[in-house]
Structures are given as structure tokens and as C-alpha cells.
């Protein structure tokens, strides 16, 4: 069989420790695919590609061409289009696929959860008082905040939003996590935060505002996940190995 050629479907600091575990074994090829969106991707361990394929049988396309054995989506469990066309694509192409999707954050004691199955549905719930909202949604979705003016807005994304919004009172911050609980205290308490608009991504990177939310008893619109596509998920780059040397015992990868 030969070595097993993967492409990894990235954008996330799990696909990042996945790729890198996989480059430090001898049976395997890994691309890591990103989709562009982030201005400054962080340094990747294996080959990158940048951009996405152009749709689902266009991916299936470039499986095929490629000769890759397995698909794997790590993306962001909120890129739902991007997840929806790898298992199509994998379908089409017959190749093998897993999604790598760290869990959901839980409520515990103390959280002022109130759950919304959209940033819009979320920026209605405010209500038609002012508030000071922490939206910590990515630049993408920031937008959805023009439907509501009357709101205080902090924006925090990673790379500046696209274009200027019209919103008379927003305040606009560059970041990337991992960010700690203490500073993002400071942060809500400079900014009188009273709620904070975030979706369940899970994961620890940026978990500090919702710890730092139950502290200051503020509450917290949290964005459903929509429902994961029909592709064999795990929820730990351990259990992505594991599932792939199950999927391909390391004699077959060898080509014993």
C-alpha cells in the first residue's frame, strides 16, 4: 500500500498538534490545508496549503489527484460549510475520513448561561435597553451587531474586521488567545461588561472569558453548535491516532 497520504483539513490548534504528531512518525504524508481567512497563520510542523477547493466535489477532486488515503476535518466546530463538503466529499471520493472536534464547554455553578442558536437570535435577545456587550464572535460575524446601534460594543477578533461598522459605540480589539483569566477580569471590568455574546467552541484557548463571566456574575449568550455532519468524529488528537492506526494497522501503511 505505501505510505498513507493525509490531508488535513486545519485552522485550529488541535489540527496543529494532530499535524505535528503525525510528521514525527515515518509511515505517513501530511498536508495541512488552511482556508486563508486568518492573516497570520500561525507556523505549521507539516506542507501547507492556502485557500479553499472550490466546493465539495472539487475537494473530491483533489482527493482523488492526490492520492490521499484519509480525510481529516480539524476546522473550527462552527465552520459548518467547510465540515458539510468534507464528508460529501470524502463520500465521492471514497476516501476514508474523521473530524477531530474538541468538546463543547459545560455549564457549571455559577454560569449565567442563556443559549441562542445564532449570533443574530443572540443580538435580539439584548433586548432594546443598552448594554455593554463583549463580543467575542470573530470579525466575520461582527455585522450582526449593526441590527442593534443602541448597544456599547467591545469587538475582539484576531484580524481587524473587514469593514468599518455602523455602530456608534464600538470599541475594537486585536488578540489572540490563549488568554488568562486574570486579564480577561480587567478587560470586562474596564469595559463595564454586563453580557458577552460567544460561541461554544470549546477548548481551552479562550475559555477564560467564560470563567471570568461566572466570577463577575456576568451573563453569557452562548451560540449553539449546529449538529455535527455524518463523519466518524473523536474528541482528542490521541484519539485521532488511535483511530487511525485502527483505520490503517501500521503493516498495511508499510505496505507489508
Not at 482527493?63 to 465552520?79: E, N, S, V
Not at 472536534?101 to 459545560?106: A, G, I, V
Request: with cysteine.
Amino acid at each position: 500500500m505505501g505510505r498513507l497520504r493525509i490531508l488535513i483539513l486545519g485552522g485550529t490548534g488541535e489540527a496543529r498538534l494532530l499535524a505535528e504528531a503525525l510528521a514525527a512518525r515515518d509511515d505517513c504524508d501530511i498536508l495541512l490545508s488552511l482556508a486563508g481567512r486568518t492573516e497570520r497563520p500561525a507556523v505549521q510542523p507539516v506542507p501547507v496549503r492556502i485557500g479553499g477547493f472550490g466546493g465539495a466535489m472539487a475537494l473530491a477532486d483533489f482527493l482523488k489527484a492526490g492520492g490521499y488515503g484519509l480525510l481529516i476535518d480539524a476546522t473550527h466546530p462552527f465552520a459548518e460549510r467547510i465540515s458539510k463538503n468534507a464528508g460529501i466529499a470524502a463520500k465521492a471520493a471514497a476516501v476514508a475520513a474523521i473530524a477531530l472536534r474538541r468538546p463543547e464547554w459545560q455549564r457549571l455553578r455559577g454560569d449565567r448561561w442563556r443559549k441562542a442558536q445564532s449570533i443574530p437570535a443572540a443580538i435580539a435577545a439584548l433586548g432594546q435597553s443598552p448594554r455593554h456587550v463583549f463580543l467575542a464572535t470573530g470579525r466575520q460575524s461582527a455585522h450582526h451587531a449593526e441590527a442593534a446601534p443602541q448597544h456599547h460594543y467591545l469587538i475582539r477578533s484576531v484580524d481587524p474586521v473587514e469593514r468599518t461598522l455602523r455602530l456608534p459605540n464600538a470599541i475594537y480589539i486585536l488578540d489572540r488567545g490563549p488568554f488568562t483569566l486574570e486579564s480577561e477580569c480587567t478587560l470586562l471590568r474596564q469595559h463595564h461588561i454586563d453580557v458577552i455574546i460567544a460561541k461554544n467552541s470549546g477548548g481551552s484557548a479562550t475559555y477564560a472569558k467564560i470563567e471570568a463571566a461566572r466570577l463577575l456574575g456576568i451573563e453569557v449568550m452562548m451560540i449553539a453548535r449546529a449538529p455535527s455532519p455524518i463523519i466518524t468524529s473523536v474528541e482528542s488528537v490521541e484519539a485521532a491516532l488511535a483511530s487511525i492506526d485502527h483505520l490503517f494497522p501500521p503493516a498495511m501503511k508499510r505496505g507489508v
